[in-house]
């Protein structure tokens, strides 16, 4: 009896903040810390050790899966994300090039295990194929001497459908070694408003900063500015050497009021300029809800005004926090067009790997303006399909214009695509149109045995203009028995096309995959990963 009021009085409590959409002074309130469980693991019963499904999350009080945010209050449920059509096949004959923009986010996957843990029904449009497949680390060669990347590639039999074959394609940023790294001039672009006023987000957010002040070098730079109803220069150039000071900033924060973020991402901007380093990491990190409702609010005229601010050499980084009001759409698109990179933080231990474990990518461009290209030779390859990366397609002519923005790499990045493709003689339909000239002219000799070529244009990161890269792949890439890296990208590209029910999943099956991912996993991400597909079968 004590348990049912317990809940009742927290579903009263969630109940009455959710309406007032007003904060609460958090100065003086201790919360739990929201652990991911990745270095918390139990086992089960086939002996596979596995992420503790009971995490903390952010509903107080209340038992993961028990509850879920949609079922109880419908009507303020409002996350928002951005619908892409999937890529379909295309025909060599009539696009021998697959142009995009490289993409480092892993927004998405850990906003998918954030929804798996909770038990709640997951967004098929929150699922980007790339990101999934982008959060975990895979044997890459370092980059050769005067090169910005290290290339791979790998083409083995597509394990969903028995017609096709699948191409890996792996670049790798060079590792900045901590003493190389160039001072930083870091501006805080903290939301403190009322729909922040909950454990995992502002109290998140607060520890998340602090984590990363923590170490931070004596010469960095500090800034903060904070926004809800209107705009506040909480520090103003601060030697990183002052972390007490810093620290005493960010813990005392607290949420209040409404969301108006435009005016105040010009201030964290300006404050970029004023302490600008040349030569530095000049970045602002911006840490939201992204519930913007006032001012600015729309996804266009806020992309619009971060693409405008890109051009002054001030990079951006963007941590999305919380649920039910999450709106993915919005940050994405505002950390795409702003020369930055996107993660969302559903625990301390997320913020450790993006802002401490893998800082040197979020915190150091090492490449801005990243495109791929991949020409497709059609005495090889009949038909393609690029696995994700949909709303960073971009027309072939884009690739040589350096007005056209591609995807910003951090140092040490890794950057993974999958191609799904038809080889020559294979029986597998592509509904080729007629062609009245006879398909490309292009020439196959001396180019016997090459399935593609792999372009990559980019600029240094205070450049202007980019550089080419070209790398063919020919037989020696094609493998009788993937590679156990190949194995688990695969692994984790079927399960993305099963949670959206895609229409090329063809044989994919959860058991199955389960299974195949098992047999390759290394480390306790992928052990994570392995266990968020079981309940994720359970689900369905």
Same mark, same amino acid.
């Given at each position: ?45 086939? =002996?596979?050790? @596995? ?9 107080? $009080? $209340? ?81 050769? /001497?005067?090169?910005?990347? =290290? ?21 790798? /940023? ?62 103003? =150039? ?14 005392? @924060? ?32 911006? /840490? ?20 405008? *601010? ?29 020369? &930055? ?7 301390? !231990? ?5 802002? #401490?474990?893998?800082? &040197? ?43 056209? !923005? ?5 140092? &040490?990045?890794?950057?993974?695509? @999958?191609?799904?493709?038809?080889? #020559? ?10 062609? *009245? ?11 016997? &045995?090459?399935?593609?070529? #792999? ?81 994720? *079968?359970?689900?369905?």
């Amino acid at each position: 009896m004590k348990k049912i009021t317990v809940r009742i009085i927290c579903l009263a409590i969630i109940a009455v903040m959710l309406l007032s959409g007003c904060g609460t002074d958090n100065e003086n309130v201790e919360y739990n810390s929201v652990n991911s469980g990745t270095n918390n693991v139990n086992a089960i019963s086939d =002996g596979l050790p @596995l992420m503790e499904a009971a995490v903390e999350s952010s509903y107080v $009080m $209340m038992e993961p899966g028990e509850y879920d945010m949609e079922s109880l209050f419908p009507e303020f449920y409002t996350e928002e994300y951005s619908y892409s059509k999937e890529n379909s096949f295309i025909s060599v004959s009539t696009n021998p090039f697959s142009t995009f923009a490289a993409d480092v986010d892993t927004a998405s996957y850990s906003n998918l295990r954030r929804q798996v843990l909770r038990n709640e029904s997951v967004n098929p449009d929150s699922v980007r194929t790339e990101e999934l497949i982008n959060y975990f680390r895979y044997s890459y060669p370092q980059p050769a /001497a005067g090169e910005p990347f =290290g290339v791979y590639s790998e083409i083995t039999a597509c394990p969903w459908n028995s017609k096709t074959m699948l191409l890996r394609i792996g670049l790798q /940023a060079k590792d900045l070694d901590s003493a190389a790294m160039p001072s930083s001039n870091l501006v805080f672009l903290i939301d403190v408003s009322g729909s922040m006023d909950f454990p995992g987000k502002l109290p998140l957010v607060q520890r998340s900063f602090m984590t990363l002040v923590e170490n931070l070098d004596e010469n960095d730079i500090v800034s903060i500015v904070t926004y809800s109803s209107g705009e506040k220069v909480v520090l103003d =150039g601060v030697r990183a050497s002052e972390k007490q000071e810093i620290m005493a900033a960010i813990e005392g @924060l607290y949420a209040s009021g409404s969301t108006q973020g435009d005016k105040a991402i010009v201030l964290a901007y300006e404050l970029a300029k004023k302490h600008f380093i040349t030569g530095g990491n000049n970045r602002v990190i911006m /840490a939201t809800d992204g519930d913007f409702n006032v001012g600015i609010t729309s996804e266009g005229e806020l992309t619009r005004l971060v693409k405008d *601010k890109a051009s002054e050499g001030v990079f951006l980084s963007v941590l999305g926090y919380g649920m039910g009001n999450y709106k993915d759409s919005k940050l994405e698109s505002m950390a795409d067009n702003g020369n &930055g990179n996107y993660a969302y933080i559903d625990s301390i !231990d997320e913020a450790r790997r993006v802002l #401490v474990s893998e800082a &040197g990518g979020t915190l150091f461009t090492a490449a801005k303006d990243v495109k791929i290209q991949v020409e497709f030779n059609p005495a090889m390859v009949k038909g393609y399909r690029l696995i994700g990366y949909e709303n960073r397609v971009m027309v072939a002519e884009d690739f040589s214009d350096d007005t056209k !923005d591609g995807g910003e790499i951090g140092a &040490g990045h890794q950057v993974t695509a @999958l191609f799904e493709i038809v080889p #020559v003689g294979s029986d597998f339909e592509l509904n080729e149109p007629d062609s *009245k000239y006879g398909g490309t002219s292009a020439s196959q000799e001396g180019f016997e &045995g090459e399935y593609c070529t #792999v372009n990559i244009r980019y600029k240094e990161p205070d450049g202007d203009t980019s550089s080419l890269l070209s790398y063919p792949v020919n037989k020696s890439a094609v493998k009788d028995e993937p590679t156990p890296d190949m194995k688990w990208a695969a692994g984790v590209a079927q399960i993305a096309m099963l949670i959206k029910d895609s229409e090329y999943k063809g044989t994919s099956d959860y058991d199955e995959v389960k299974e195949y991912l098992k047999s390759v996993s290394t480390d306790d991400f992928r052990d994570e990963f392995v266990y968020l597909v079981t309940k994720l *079968k359970n689900m369905q």
